[in-house]
């Protein structure tokens, strides 16, 4: 049985006293109690990191987990600006996202380095989030799974079947941000395709990893999705934001 994974992505936004807000609120709705067989995660942005690490450790936040927005793909050494896997492990955190279509689509990441990141983030006794999905003119040109399946055929090259430590995050990029959620159904469609494709692979890998889906979700959605059988939980961005809403998808 998968667990259902709830994932917030703060992307770059928050501040000291809004993030304390926020694991506040959130502590304050987990304190009755949640769900046992779920998981959440928050994914602040890097240099909030150890103060998120902190007020997690101080409200005993047992069922929230740390998460990064992103790793180098390198493990240490002269890149400006990059923050390796082993610090983002040395600060509390459990998840990384990788290949976000924002980290795509404005720093031209490709799909071998997002696997080279997921490497290191697995070298580091973490959980890849890879990030796929297609654009609207892919969709409308029905390109869809292919380009979809050309990016999971990339990482299984590369992961191979350390695949089953990591989770996908099936997210088209023409619902991210723009309140145009992919139906349950559409949804469902490509999480199957994508799990039939990596059962070609290895059955147990298919059956075994947690595929989400992310593209505005929001807590009216969040149940629908989250019912259908292939999807595992959501990559939630700008709703996230509301720990009011974050804990409603929690509990959808
Ligand atoms: P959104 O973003 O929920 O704001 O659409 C999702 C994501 O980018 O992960």
Not at 1 to 9: A, D, F, S, W, Y
Not at 62 to 68: D, E, K, N
């Amino acid at each position: 049985m998968r667990p259902l994974i709830v994932i917030g992505n703060w992307k770059m936004n928050g501040n000291l006293a809004s993030n304390a807000d926020w694991i506040k609120t959130v502590a304050r709705g987990m304190e009755s109690g949640m769900p046992a067989d779920r998981q959440y995660v928050v994914c602040p942005p890097h240099p909030y990191l150890a103060q998120c690490a902190q007020l997690i450790k101080e409200h005993s936040l047992a069922f929230l987990s740390l998460g990064a927005q992103d790793a180098s793909a390198q493990s240490s050494g002269a890149y400006t600006g990059e923050a390796s896997a082993s610090m983002l492990k040395e600060l509390g955190c459990r998840y990384v996202i990788l290949g976000h279509s924002e980290r795509r689509q404005l720093h031209h990441e490709v799909d071998e380095v997002v696997a080279a990141k997921a490497l290191q983030v697995l070298d580091n006794g973490m959980t890849p989030v890879i990030c796929v999905g297609e654009t609207a003119d892919e969709r409308n040109s029905g390109r869809a799974e292919e380009v979809v399946c050309g990016q999971i055929t990339k990482q299984v090259a590369v992961l191979q079947d350390r695949l089953v430590d990591c989770l996908i995050a099936y997210e088209p990029v023409w619902a991210i941000g723009t309140g145009k959620v992919a139906s349950a159904q559409v949804a469902q469609d490509m999480h199957r395709h994508i799990r039939l494709q990596l059962a070609e692979f290895d059955e147990d890998v298919a059956s075994h990893v947690g595929i989400l889906y992310g593209g505005s979700v929001k807590p009216d959605n969040a149940v629908e999705l989250f019912a259908m059988p292939d999807i595992d939980g959501g990559l939630v961005g700008g709703v996230s934001l509301n720990p009011n809403d974050f804990l409603a998808i929690c509990q959808a």
